[in-house]
């Protein structure tokens, strides 16, 4: 059975820091690749970034230089760590996985506010 449980998100003052986690277990984590997505109240779920198996990286633009996306392959977990929050990273984040199928965690709420 594939699970995904993230983990870390909260509320955070603009400009503050969070790190997001997600443990995955039932699929061969090493050849997954995977990533992040978050969807704002009354938004599209929108793609955050994502991380291929050999550790290549992609960004939506709005988060490129404050947002890192990495994997711990002897952990089987994926991180999101975010700086410089702002108020529109308000979302529901989500990892996925792709391994034979794409596999969803049940999110984790991440709230920028003062």
């Known amino acids: 059975q594939v699970q995904l449980v993230e983990s870390g998100g909260g509320l955070v003052q603009p400009g503050g820091s969070l790190r997001l986690s997600c443990a995955t277990s039932?699929?061969?984590?090493?050849?997954?690749?995977m990533g992040w997505h978050r969807q704002a109240p009354g938004k599209q779920r929108e793609l955050v970034a994502f991380?291929?198996?050999?550790?290549?990286?992609n960004y939506e633009d709005s988060v490129k230089g404050r947002f890192t996306i990495s994997r711990d392959n002897a952990e089987k977990t994926l991180y999101l760590q975010m700086n410089s929050l702002k108020p529109e990273d308000t979302a529901v984040y989500y990892c996925?996985?792709?391994?034979?199928?794409?596999?969803w965690g049940q999110g984790t709420q991440v709230t920028v506010s003062s």
């Open positions: 039932g699929i061969i984590f090493s050849i997954s690749s």
């Open positions: 996925y996985a792709n391994f034979r199928a794409t596999y």
């Open positions: 991380i291929t198996n050999d550790g290549g990286t």
